[in-house]
Nanobody, 125 residues
């Protein structure tokens, strides 16, 4: 069973919106931080946003602040990324991830335990 499955990607014109969803089959899902990463063509993978199990957003990349919103429904094991005012530079493969928490449980760390398969987002000018 695939631990994380993304949906909602596609093609949109600049200024448009998309909402990515990620369905988790991890248990217990609430012990992980939910993250979105992306990899643009010819570039490395970058973290986009992270939310902790209590629903506190712990990270947004500077390039998406004010445009993207991460959220989750722990009961349904769903992670979301609402993307507004999309720009061509947002074109990338987007990945849902379950990141580990620090040993004291107080923060999220960039240690990914599970990855989704990725979903393409293409923004045209």
């Amino acid at each position: 069973q695939v631990p994380l499955v993304e949906s909602g990607g596609g093609s949109v014109q600049a200024g448009g919106s998309l909402r990515l969803s990620c369905a988790a089959s991890i248990s217990p899902y609430s012990s992980y931080c939910g993250s979105w990463y992306r990899r643009a063509p010819g570039k490395g993978q970058d973290a986009v946003a992270t939310i902790d199990p209590d629903g506190v957003v712990t990270y947004y990349a500077d390039s998406v602040k004010g445009r993207f919103t991460i959220s989750q429904d722990n009961g349904k094991k769903l992670l979301y990324l609402q993307m507004n005012n999309l720009k061509p530079e947002d074109t990338a493969m987007y990945y849902c991830a379950a990141d580990r928490r620090s040993l004291d449980g107080r923060s999220c760390v960039r240690q990914t335990a599970y990855w989704g398969q990725g979903i393409q987002v293409t923004v045209s000018a």
